[in-house]
């Protein structure tokens, strides 16, 4: 027996020119590259410039991930860009990087869920190619958080990076169950009690200004392992399998004491874990295909691994997914 699936066929990533060191921060603001490091895991980020943007990022990423699928933009008929730092209020980001692409069919709209943004996207991509709407869908997560964060808030700046992954998706026929490849499960949730942890305090209807990051980062801590674990596991039930299926777990890249306090509770060996979080900081909605295309591309992730997927961000929310490669 077979099923309509959504199939990965290439990731590709970009990156900011400038790397910035936890040693460069030091002269600018009162902190340390070992209190970054142990607190974090984090040592270089980095960092947009002139003419760098979420939109640059990400149609360049896209350009590497429709190489490595072997197609063109002419095959392409979904856009999805997960992002909270567009280029302009409107349009989406998406439809600026379908125009810079030559995309000239189809549809294209943006995701708005944080660093959970690319786990909603590619969750949205899937059920347009399953419900036939769609039959290639390139999605992204692109950011420039260095933007909106505030300079001179040494618990916050020194988290963030810039950057861009993306995936492309293909509908085909697969066998079914958990051997089948492709989109297996996915499960998402969302809860605005907690919008004053993590948000932005701006916006074009309230302050009419972008804004700053604002985080309360124990609060953050503290949710995070729990709400990841559960719909992981809720993942994992709906699937038929355990942890020790799992060949790869790829986490949002937010902090590494998040990532291992969360590998360790769900039972999945350290050597299973894609971390980036050391080289790129928390790139938000960019974080897990930035990480996905670094192991893609190293030989890690290969055709018929199983790939966990997670992330938690503001808002809050969070999700996780399941890939047979």
């Known amino acids: 027996m077979h099923t309509r699936r959504s199939v990965v066929l290439g990731t590709g990533s970009a990156l900011p020119?400038?790397?910035?060191?936890?040693?460069?921060?030091?002269?600018?603001?009162?902190?340390?590259?070992?209190?970054?490091?142990?607190?974090?895991?984090?040592?270089?980020?980095?960092?947009?410039?002139?003419?760098?943007?979420?939109?640059?990022?990400?149609?360049?990423?896209?350009?590497?991930?429709?190489?490595?699928?072997?197609?063109?933009?002419?095959?392409?008929?979904?856009?999805?860009?997960?992002?909270?730092?567009?280029?302009?209020?409107?349009?989406?980001?998406?439809?600026?990087?379908?125009?810079?692409?030559?995309?000239?069919?189809?549809?294209?709209?943006?995701?708005?869920?944080?660093?959970?943004?690319?786990?909603?996207?590619?969750?949205?991509?899937?059920l347009y190619l399953r419900s036939g709407m769609a039959t290639r869908a390139l999605v992204i997560g692109a950011e420039t958080f260095s933007r909106i964060v505030d300079w001179e808030d040494r618990t916050t700046c020194v988290l963030f990076g810039d950057g861009a992954g993306a995936?492309?998706?293909?509908?085909?026929?697969?066998?079914?169950?958990?051997?089948?490849?492709?989109?297996?499960?996915?499960?998402?949730?969302?809860?605005?009690?907690?919008?004053?942890?993590?948000y932005v305090d701006g916006g074009p209807s309230t302050t009419g200004t972008v804004g700053k990051l604002r985080m309360e980062g124990r609060e953050v801590f503290k949710h995070a392992v729990a709400m990841i674990t559960d719909v992981v596991e809720e993942s994992f039930a709906a699937v038929g399998v355990d942890a020790e299926a799992v060949d790869w777990f790829v986490p949002h890249q937010a902090n590494r004491r998040i990532i291992d306090a969360s590998a360790k509770k769900l039972g999945i060996a350290p050597e299973k874990v894609v971390v980036t979080v050391q080289d790129h900081g928390n790139t938000s909605a960019a974080s897990i295909p930035l990480a996905l295309d670094v192991a893609v591309r190293d030989g890690r992730i290969k055709r018929g691994d199983l790939v966990l997927l997670e992330a938690m961000g503001g808002g809050f929310t969070w999700g996780a997914m399941l890939v047979r490669w």
């Open 17 to 126: 020119a400038r790397t910035v060191s936890n040693r460069e921060l030091e002269k600018t603001i009162e902190t340390s590259d070992e209190w970054i490091t142990q607190r974090t895991g984090i040592r270089n980020r980095r960092i947009a410039g002139e003419g760098e943007t979420t939109v640059s990022l990400g149609e360049a990423a896209a350009r590497k991930a429709l190489d490595a699928a072997g197609v063109t933009p002419a095959d392409i008929d979904l856009v999805i860009l997960a992002t909270a730092t567009p280029n302009n209020t409107f349009p989406a980001s998406s439809v600026q990087v379908q125009r810079r692409l030559g995309i000239a069919r189809g549809f294209a709209f943006d995701v708005a869920a944080v660093c959970s943004g690319f786990v909603y996207a590619l969750t949205t991509a899937d």
């Open 167 to 198: 995936v492309v998706l293909e509908a085909a026929e697969t066998a079914e169950g958990a051997a089948g490849r492709g989109v297996l499960v996915s499960r998402l949730r969302a809860d605005g009690n907690h919008e004053e942890k993590l």
